[in-house]
């Protein structure tokens, strides 16, 4: 056996996990209820493709967030303009 810190963001946190030397991240994953989550063990980020084989190493630091999306309402510029996507940034035009 060994202890992990799993961080769950957002979420409750972080908390000491005890995990048997031969768990893989797909183990943890249903173990914890972390479906759909990003996986980081000790700053790396994990593919879900590695879930099966990816053994959880002692002591481990492991995060499990929630994935961002961005936000294209106030992104760049989708017309050419050179305005940023903000408002108020371009000059006035001449009439």
């Known amino acids: 056996m060994s202890t992990i810190t799993l961080v769950i ?3 409750p946190g972080a908390r000491t996990v005890q995990i048997s030397d031969d768990t893989t991240v797909a183990t ?3 173990n914890e209820n972390l479906h759909g989550r990003d996986i980081i063990i ?3 980020g994990i593919s879900p493709n590695a879930f099966s084989t990816q053994l959880i190493p002692f002591g481990a630091e492991v995060f499990a967030t929630a994935s961002v999306k961005g936000n294209v ?3 760049p510029s989708t017309t050419g303009r050179p305005s940023g996507g ?4 371009n000059p006035p035009s001449k009439k």
């Open 9 to 11: 963001i957002p979420g």
């Open 28 to 30: 943890l994953v249903n």
């Open 42 to 44: 000790n700053g790396e």
């Open 73 to 75: 309402k106030n992104g």
């Open 86 to 89: 903000g408002r108020g940034n």
